[in-house]
């Protein structure tokens, strides 16, 4: 089993649209977690930490359920600037040195 | 507001050559990392740097060596280059503590024929 999981998609959906990613990880005992933007031939840039309680930044939700190992992003009223490829990241707890653990990443499409 | 500069931006290489990747973070953060990202692979972490002075393996390490220059600078070194090693390559750098996310350079896109 993969250390984190993420369908790959591509979700493909229109302006306006609600859409989430799941991702699933494998260490219970994980402690940090992350989304990640990431645009065609660019570099990963942080889209926002996930906590214990869930947080929200403007069209987006991050949760977190531990019980169940896995996060998710939503993604609400899509725009054409959302396309991307979305990467979950947690921590590994082995170490205090901030090594994380990269999801191969969802790719959304967002379409007129 | 440099961040993370990764140098070169490209890069060919023939079979066998060697190179230096270089990379600088001006954060003032203690770790720093280096990735290699494939089609339908992710990245993956070939080496980091918990602080200066330390550098440790990551899942793929092989054909690559690394230096801590000082805190600012992490490079990473192939001696021979193989086509294998064809990739885009992303250095980034933390805080260092766990929960700390990690900022990238823009990469540095390597072919090796």
């Known amino acids: 089993r993969k250390e984190v999981e993420q369908d790959p998609g591509p979700f493909n959906v229109p302006e306006g649209a609600t859409v989430a990613f799941n991702c699933t990880y494998s260490?219970?005992?994980?402690?940090?977690f992350f989304w990640y933007r990431q645009d065609c031939r660019k570099e990963p840039k942080l889209l926002m930490s996930v906590y214990s309680s869930g947080n929200e930044d403007g069209r987006f939700t991050a949760q977190l359920n531990r019980a169940s190992q896995y996060i998710s992003l939503l993604i609400r009223d899509s725009k054409l600037s959302d396309s991307a490829t979305y990467l979950c990241v947690v921590n590994m707890r082995s170490s205090n040195t901030g090594k994380l653990i990269f999801g191969q990443g969802t790719t959304l499409q967002v379409k007129p | 507001n440099a961040g993370v500069t990764q140098t070169p931006k490209f890069q060919v290489l023939k079979t066998g050559q060697s190179m230096t990747l270089q990379c600088a973070q001006d954060?003032?953060?203690?770790?720093m990392y280096w990735y290699r990202q494939d089609p339908g692979m992710g990245l993956r972490l070939i080496y980091y740097?918990?602080?200066?002075?330390?550098?440790d393996k990551g899942e793929v390490p092989n054909g690559y060596n690394v230096s801590r220059l000082n805190k600012r600078e992490f490079s990473l070194r192939l001696e021979s280059a193989a086509p294998s090693q064809t990739s885009v390559y992303f250095c980034?750098?933390?805080?260092?503590?766990?929960?700390?996310?990690?900022?990238f350079g823009d990469g540095t896109r390597l072919s090796i024929l």
């Open positions: 954060m003032n953060h203690n770790s």
């Open positions: 260490n219970s005992a994980s402690q940090s």
């Open positions: 980034a750098s933390s805080e260092g503590a766990s929960r700390q996310p990690q900022h």
């Open positions: 740097s918990a602080s200066e002075g330390t550098t």
